[in-house]
């Protein structure tokens, strides 16, 4: 009896899992997968494309926080170690607050350390995500009614922690730490969570210099969804990054989130990109995803691919767009399903680890210049 090695088992798994879901195409015809449905023809890696394309990465999220563990997915797991095609991981969960100090100066940081352990062993840059966020957040801070002195001292001591715990392992390649997430309402207005109503918006600052004193070499951005395109919005965050500025705040970047639907992405993309570019920060597209009504149909996947290709290609026009994150690669393991009813199929990947028309758009977005 041969006895394969485990690399070698792992891929033949995936071989099989592809032969099933994915029909060969004959001569002239279009590849589909086991419902008929159009899959991706493009063979290119999508992280050799980014960098080909003056991109630092193309990357994903994952997570392994209890109950979801995907890196106990051997199938899947072999698809995001290949850092030809990902150059970047997000931790999507393990980092947040109620996962890392669920006690008041009780730090857990195991899980996110198998993350970190994950990204260094495949040459890929680790991306923190996040340190100040109203959600996921550890019920002893919302219900301490802690005075504004006594706030202050926890969001640097959780900044401080977390980013100085993991110095030299999120710059091992230099990439980020997402330091504020999403502090602005739709309309351009200030968040009112525990943070802003005790500390108004002090607690950027407070944060932003902890974790730059924690680790001076991390690049340190603020993050926030519904930032694509021109609005109200992005304006607020363009007026936040200047101040900040005026005011030698420690600021390096914003993440546009990213999270979309097929058939109604923002037409402005490279210009908000471009605008906040010009305040002399980065721009990363931090969680990218683009969700679409289900069922699945091809006429869907065609405008999804379409959707892909418009928002990579507005990142690929402007240097300062660094990279781009998808939130998780494959359908299996998204978001959207358990947040938006009725609604899912966002990712590349489908659930059966399948390329779907989608990466080929990611593709074409990256080649034009």
Not at 21 to 29: C, D, F, L
Not at 54 to 79: M, P, Q, R, V, W
């Amino acid at each position: 009896m041969i006895k394969l090695s485990t690399s070698f088992a792992t891929l033949l798994v995936f071989s099989s899992l592809a032969s099933v879901y994915a029909s060969p195409a004959k001569v002239g015809e279009t590849p589909t997968d086991s419902a008929g449905l159009l899959v991706a023809t493009s063979k290119v890696e999508l992280n050799k494309l980014a960098k080909k394309s003056h991109k630092l990465y193309f990357g994903s999220a994952t997570d392994n926080f209890s109950g979801n563990n995907e890196l106990a997915d051997a199938a899947y797991k072999a698809i995001l170690s290949d850092n030809k095609e990902f150059g970047q991981i997000t931790p999507s969960n393990t980092m947040k607050w109620m996962y890392t100090e669920p006690e008041r100066g009780v730090f857990n940081l195991t899980d996110a350390e198998e993350i970190v352990k994950f990204a260094k062993g495949n040459k890929q840059i680790l991306r923190g995500h996040n340190c100040v966020w109203h959600s996921q957040l550890a019920d002893w801070v919302t219900a301490g009614n802690f005075d504004a002195p006594t706030l202050a001292s926890i969001v640097v001591t959780h900044c401080s922690t977390l980013v100085g715990h993991f110095k030299g392992d999120i710059c091992t390649f230099p990439d980020s730490w997402d330091v504020i997430n999403e502090p602005f309402n739709d309309d351009g207005t200030w968040r009112e969570t525990v943070f802003y109503n005790t500390l108004n918006t002090s607690y950027i600052e407070i944060a932003l210099r902890a974790a730059r004193a924690a680790d001076p070499a991390a690049k340190l951005y603020i993050n926030d969804y519904n930032i694509d395109g021109t609005g109200a919005k992005s304006t607020a965050m363009i007026n936040l990054v200047k101040s900040l500025k005026a005011n030698n705040v420690p600021i390096d970047g914003v993440g546009l989130q990213g999270h979309l639907i097929v058939g109604q992405v923002p037409t402005d993309i490279e210009e908000n990109i471009r605008q906040i570019a010009a305040t002399g920060v980065e721009v990363a597209i931090t969680e990218l995803d683009i969700r679409m009504t289900l069922p699945v149909t091809a006429e869907l996947l065609e405008q999804q691919k379409k959707d892909y290709e418009t928002v990579v290609s507005a990142c690929n026009a402007v240097p300062a767009c660094i990279g781009i994150t998808i939130w998780d690669y494959t359908d299996k393991y998204s978001w959207v399903p358990g947040v938006f009813a009725g609604q899912g199929a966002p990712l590349p990947w489908d659930e059966n680890l399948v390329k779907k028309p989608a990466y080929d758009g990611i593709v074409e977005g990256f080649s034009k210049q």
